[in-house]
């Protein structure tokens, strides 16, 4: 594989990730142990077959282990969010309701006090 | 005009939680509006802020309301829904926020994917290293930067590092300290876990700082996922010329190993986790020499912890000064801690340093679970010790935590309500470290075992009145004979209880009595008979047929039979069983 | 029980990554316990030959830390955490119930063979305190009344997904 020099980082900084919509899972130890795998899978296979156009990924952990697994979502024209405690039937409900019909979902929005 | 969102949520801890009442009320009145179509009222699980009544945020952007009555949301809607002005007699100002320095990227990128943590700006801060500084000018900025240690006692990096590097010799090591210890903390894991790269440049600045070509984590066998993690970050190094010779076209080399620890708290101190990666048991040796002159194969070695390593790429890459302008006078920077316990948001919270315990555990934490009153929190670990509630205002810094017994520690934040006997956690703590003591030297491992036996006595109603006495002289000759840092604060846990608690101690000795209902040898069980029921179901779940009687005369519990397992307690529906 | 040659021919397999690192004798015995589950006798003795390090030297080691198991582990392993945050949310009642179900004591077998009972000290998983492990995966907020649901499954003859 070639070995990268200064500039080659630089042109990989400079080429700007699209502007892609994703859902991203927390796939930490805590997150695993809370059932994160199969949310996952089920995102991800669930994603494919309606054929959304979204990326489903897999991530750290975002800190807030008594609400794993966790699941943000960032879809175009509506806020991010971080969902909490997903199961099976959540996760279902945010691919019907917010990627599908555009609407955030009641009860399961974790929303955090804090600055990058 | 782009769609808005409003999360609503309850967040008062008394009475019945009305988010959904709320959240249709301002949804009506949304609905009678010419807002109508725009937006959308979202009943939120958690909001942020807790005890702050009713609470409305606005999405994207804000604001937040905090404290919002029935009677604002004709004014929030007519204002800020319909309007776009923001109210600012509601909106949240002066809580304590997180600051994501060192978890910046963790549950951000995909940690398997290089290029992601590069976007991210990763490895910028090597670049600008071998190119734009010298070795020496490295350690300057970190000396601008006030970064101290994070694994515990907060030693100045850049002073470890200008002593490592000051020593002659071509054959100098770096060590990430990966062993995280201390039961009830995992910041390091998840470090290693979501953002692996970042602590890899962290050590191979560490080791152009340094002048060391080779470098070593030390990670607990317990942690598969971050050693998995980890391996991977090292193999995609080193494909891409990060790692290995001439780095990124420098003249620079740098290889780095993984090592796996055993199950070894001792290992947590630095000749003994050396000793360790020797392939030996790891007892620490007395010092001087430091690792900085004598380390791993007797070379120059310095050891960091993996925190640490994370807030090396954005020291370099923001600047030392920066870096200093966040937190307190003598401790800067942020610090990472996992927050346990009886807390209700149970997890990992980064803040400035300087923030409140109190803060960290009301504002962010969001108060004790159970709703009970807060007991104290303990900080450190086995080597730190108990805060009491009336010392949480104190700021958080190396130096406060300090003076008050305890210390920083690598960041286990532990919060005890009333339930939590600290007779029974010092206990808890002493008998890790019994178990932990590598034996090498007599303070710690006798001292260690007679403290243990004394809490014991205490617990099971055998203390005696000299007993306290004699604690702390023990506590106090470990303090100064042992040979390392776990033998010299073993007794910290068992000196700040007594410090704090004295009454709690002198009631098991003298009245025989555990306030929290902890020591089971303290408790008597009885049946309350104006209150019993005769349902039988202490009678029928006791383990030894303590219990006897029948529906006609009534139950009664035999305590010479009794063992005071407290199933009757667990069983009975009426509250009939009294525990004293 | 597998012959002493048996053990001789994967030895050397695992001995192959480390053999010329140096202070590579943790690292093997990690991978012989990877392996096997724990560090047989029979294999520290070939040890000792293969790397000329005296027996006692790699007891020495083994003895020391808390991860080198020097039994057979039954089927099924068992871990109860017992960090701060599982100590003070009830794993001291898991453990108590787990005890008087299986009928052993930590850090032993069951008779048959089928369960092996440990105590750990931070699975690093205390947003979920208390937990234990079985097999690798974690049960979270794990209830006393859930133990005995939560063994049945592994007693059953058929195996658990």
């Given amino acids: ?76 024209g509506l806020p991010q969010v971080i969902y909490g405690q997903v199961n099976r039937e959540l996760a279902r409900l945010i691919v019907e309701n917010h990627l599908v019909e555009k609407k955030l979902v009641s009860d399961h929005i974790y929303s955090f006090n804090r600055e990058e | 005009m782009d769609k808005k969102y409003i999360l609503v949520k309850d967040t008062r801890r008394a009475g019945s939680n009305q988010t959904e009442h709320f959240a249709g009320l301002l949804a009506a009145k949304i609905q009678a509006s010419p807002a109508a179509e725009a937006v959308q009222v979202v009943r939120a699980a958690d909001i942020g ?18 404290n919002v009555s029935e009677a604002d949301l004709d004014r929030v809607v007519r204002e800020t829904v319909v309007g776009g002005r923001v109210l600012e007699d509601l909106a949240a100002a002066g809580t304590a926020r997180q600051l994501r320095v060192v978890l910046r990227n963790c549950g951000v990128i995909n940690p398997e994917n290089l290029e992601e943590y590069i976007r991210r700006d990763g490895y910028r801060a090597l670049s600008r290293a071998l190119f734009e500084y010298t070795p020496d000018k490295v350690i300057e900025e970190f000396k601008k930067s006030g970064l101290r240690g994070r694994g515990g006692a907060g030693y100045p990096t850049w002073l470890k590092w200008h002593l490592t590097r000051s020593v002659p010799g071509a054959e100098k090591y770096v060590i990430c300290n990966a062993d995280e210890g201390d039961p009830g903390a995992y910041m390091d894991r998840s470090i290693l876990e979501g953002d692996p790269h970042s602590v890899l440049e962290g050590m191979i600045i560490a080791g152009y700082a340094i002048g060391a070509n080779h470098g070593y984590f030390y990670i607990r066998a317990e942690y598969p996922l971050a050693i998995e993690r980890i391996g991977k970050a090292i193999e995609q190094a080193r494909e891409r010329g990060l790692l290995g010779t001439g780095i990124l076209g420098s003249d620079f080399n740098f290889e780095v190993d993984i090592r796996l620890g055993a199950g070894a708290f001792v290992c947590g101190e630095e000749t003994a986790l050396i000793a360790s990666i020797e392939g030996k048991r790891g007892t620490p040796r007395p010092r001087p020499p430091y690792p900085s002159v004598s380390g791993l194969w007797g070379k120059p070695t310095s050891i960091n912890n993996v925190e640490t390593f994370a807030n090396v790429p954005v020291v370099m890459t923001r600047g030392g000064d920066w870096f200093a302008g966040i937190g307190t006078e003598k401790s800067k920077g942020t610090k990472v801690f996992a927050v346990t316990g009886k807390v209700k948001n149970s997890g990992l919270v980064e803040v ?34 108990v805060i009491p509630e009336d010392r949480l205002d104190t ?49 710690c491992r006798i001292g260690t075992y007679q403290l243990l036996k004394i809490l014991e006595r205490i617990s099971e109603g055998e203390g005696r009145s000299e007993d306290l006495d004699r604690l702390r002289l023990i506590a106090q000759a470990m303090q100064k004979a042992s040979l390392c840092g776990l033998g010299q604060t073993a007794s910290n846990p068992v000196l700040s209880t007594l410090n704090y608690f004295e009454t709690e101690y002198r009631e098991h000795i003298q009245a025989k009595r555990c306030r929290s209902f902890k020591c089971r040898d303290l408790l008597t069980y009885s049946i309350i008979q104006s209150k019993c029921k005769r349902c039988r179901q202490c009678f029928l779940n006791c383990p030894v047929q303590a219990i006897s009687g ?31 | ?25 943790i690292m093997i015995l990690h991978e012989i316990q990877n392996h096997y589950g724990f560090v047989p006798r029979q294999l520290s003795l070939q040890l000792s030959a293969l790397l000329d390090v005296p027996l006692a030297r790699i007891y020495e080691v083994l003895t020391f830390y808390n991860y080198f198991k020097l039994e057979a582990p039954g089927k099924h392993k068992i871990s109860v955490c017992m960090g701060t945050a599982c100590y003070l949310n009830g794993a001291p009642e898991i453990l108590r119930e787990l005890k008087s179900i299986l009928g052993v004591e930590e850090g032993h077998t069951t008779k048959n063979g089928l369960f092996q009972l440990e105590v750990v000290r931070c699975l690093g998983c205390c947003g979920l305190a208390p937990v234990i492990m079985i097999d690798g995966k974690v049960y979270d907020k794990v209830k006393k009344n859930d133990i005995i649901d939560i063994i049945s499954k592994f007693t059953r003859s058929k195996e658990p997904e």
Avoid at chain 1, 10 to 32: F, H, L, N, Q
Avoid at chain 1, 54 to 61: F, H, Y
Avoid at chain 2, 359 to 378: C, E, L, N
Avoid at chain 2, 551 to 579: H, M, P, S, T, W
């Fill in chain 2, 550 to 580: 029948d529906r006609e005369v009534g139950f009664y519990i035999q305590l010479d039979k009794c063992i005071k397992c407290g199933k009757c307690f667990e069983v009975c529906k009426f509250n009939a069983i009294a525990r004293e």
């Fill in chain 2, 395 to 443: 700021p958080v810094d190396y130096e406060n935590l300090q003076k008050l017994g305890s210390i920083m520690g690598s960041g286990g934040m532990i919060v005890m309500d009333e339930d939590d006997c600290m007779v029974d956690i010092a206990k808890f703590y002493l008998g890790f470290c019994v178990e932990e003591s590598c034996g090498k030297c007599a303070p």
């Fill in chain 3, 1 to 25: 029980m597998k012959e002493g040659n048996d053990y001789h021919q994967e030895l050397s397999g695992l001995l192959a990554k480390w053999k010329d690192k140096p202070g590579n004798l």
């Fill in chain 1, 1 to 76: 594989m070639k070995k990268w020099s200064k500039s080659d980082l630089d042109k990989i900084r400079a080429s700007r990730e699209p502007d892609r919509d994703w859902i991203k899972v927390g796939m930490s130890t805590c997150g695993i142990a809370a059932g994160a795998e199969a949310v996952f899978e089920y995102l991800r296979d669930e994603v494919a077959r309606r054929g959304l156009p979204i990326e489903v990924k897999k991530c750290g952990c975002l800190g807030m282990c008594y609400a794993e697994p966790l699941v943000e979502v960032r879809a175009a």
């Fill in chain 2, 352 to 385: 400035p340093m300087g923030v409140t315990l109190r803060q960290i555990v009301f504002d962010i934490g969001g108060g004790v679970r159970s709703g009970k009153k807060i007991k104290a929190v303990q900080t450190g670990g086995p080597s730190g010790g």
């Fill in chain 2, 49 to 66: 802020f807790y005890d702050q009544g009713l609470v409305l945020k606005f999405l994207p952007g804000g604001p937040v309301y905090l």
